[in-house]
């Protein structure tokens, strides 16, 4: 009986990535590597996210390796890569003080979709800026972002009812939530 309930289940594979950091030298130094690796993973896989911190610090010297990055992947699996921003992707070094070293412009230059509906994988992706709303490597999903990401899962489900029992995967890069001491 396991055997015949198994043998009916499907699965999907999603390659989470996170903290590319492209800029640093670390990061140029394992470029090839990264590449090479993908390369035999891809197929395999039937999404890829990566989940914030691109970039070291915001620059536009570093887009061009992110956009062969992307380019790379989406030819592979013929699907958009999946992308939320971090706080090195709007923030010189991660960080701000008030409105200093912040570079919104960026996140916006990502190409990154707050809903994203994969038939294929039967999922839903809600992806949240969680650098909205701090100076420092922190995480907060506003009020706001929730409310657009509910409105939009809404008026998608107006359109295509049997979404509603795709699975659904919050994106996100830090933690959106404090974490306390107690259990």
């Not at 992307?70 to 939320?84: A, G, H, Q």
Request: charge should be positive; hydrophobic fraction near 35%.
């Amino acid at each position: 009986a396991i055997s015949r309930q198994a043998s009916r289940q499907t699965t999907k594979r999603i390659l989470h990535l996170s903290d590319l950091h492209i800029g640093l030298e670390e990061a140029t130094f394992r470029r090839s590597y990264l590449k090479r690796h993908l390369r035999g993973l891809l197929p395999t896989i039937d999404r890829v996210a990566v989940t914030g911190d691109l970039f070291d610090t915001p620059k536009e010297g570093f887009r061009a390796s992110f956009d062969e990055f992307r380019r790379d992947i989406e030819e592979s699996m013929s699907k958009r890569l999946l992308v939320v921003p971090g706080n090195h992707d709007v923030r010189f070094r991660g960080n701000a003080l008030g409105p200093l070293g912040r570079t919104a412009d960026y996140v916006t230059d990502l190409d990154w979709s707050p809903l994203e509906i994969d038939d294929e994988m039967q999922a839903v992706f809600y992806s949240f800026n969680s650098s909205e709303g701090s100076n420092f490597a922190r995480g907060c999903v506003s009020k706001r972002q929730r409310l657009d990401r509910a409105e939009r899962y809404d008026e998608a489900v107006v359109r295509r009812e049997h979404i509603r029992a795709y699975s659904k995967i919050a994106l996100v890069h830090h933690h959106p939530v404090d974490y306390g001491s107690q259990p």
